[in-house]
């Protein structure tokens, strides 16, 4: 019989469990990376979507415009987020800046493969996520358009795609 303590630690004797891979436990799988930029994503606006859309109605209310809404949205968001920001493990949020109508979002794609990666990917991501949320709902209806730009590390590639009341 062999020794259960060989070379000073405990050994398991061979069986089903140890020699046959069929047995062996499988491998945790990683989330995809369309969820990890989804669900890295959706963090963000909720967070941006609920204080626009409060603030553009109280706004609105005290005869302040729109613009200036999503103005004071983003500087809020710059106060309470430290950019860059690491969202998971492949999406970085670069920047946030107001423009005219919109929220637009910046981000950096890292330990990607960049074959894999293209709008219709990042869209197919964003969009059911985010026309799916009450609070981007209100802003989208505001016509407040969210607009968002990613860039691949290591690559000159770059997505860019806007969403609006008309497409979600």
Not at 59 to 74: F, H, P, T, W, Y
Not at 89 to 118: G, M, Q, R
Not at 126 to 155: F, H, I, N, W
Request: one cysteine or more; glycine letters at 6%; aromatic letters at 6%.
């Amino acid at each position: 019989m062999p020794d259960p303590f060989e070379n000073g630690r405990p050994t398991l004797p061979e069986g089903p469990a140890t020699a046959d891979p069929a047995f062996a436990p499988e491998p945790k799988k990683k989330p995809s990376m369309a969820l990890r930029i989804g669900s890295a994503i959706l963090a963000v606006v909720l967070g941006a979507g609920a204080w626009i859309g409060t603030r553009a109605l109280l706004d609105s209310l005290s005869g302040n415009s729109k613009q200036q809404a999503i103005e004071k949205a983003v500087d809020e968001l710059h106060r309470s987020v430290s950019l860059p920001s690491q969202l998971d493990e492949v999406t970085i949020l670069t920047d946030i800046t107001a423009e005219e109508n919109a929220v637009h979002y910046f981000y950096t794609l890292t330990d990607v493969d960049p074959s894999v990666v293209t709008t219709e990917l990042l869209e197919s991501v964003v969009q059911p996520t985010m026309c799916g949320t009450k609070q981007t709902r209100e802003l989208l209806d505001r016509d407040v358009a969210m607009r968002y730009s990613y860039v691949v590390e290591g690559t000159d590639d770059s997505y860019d795609f806007e969403l609006t009341k008309d497409n979600c």
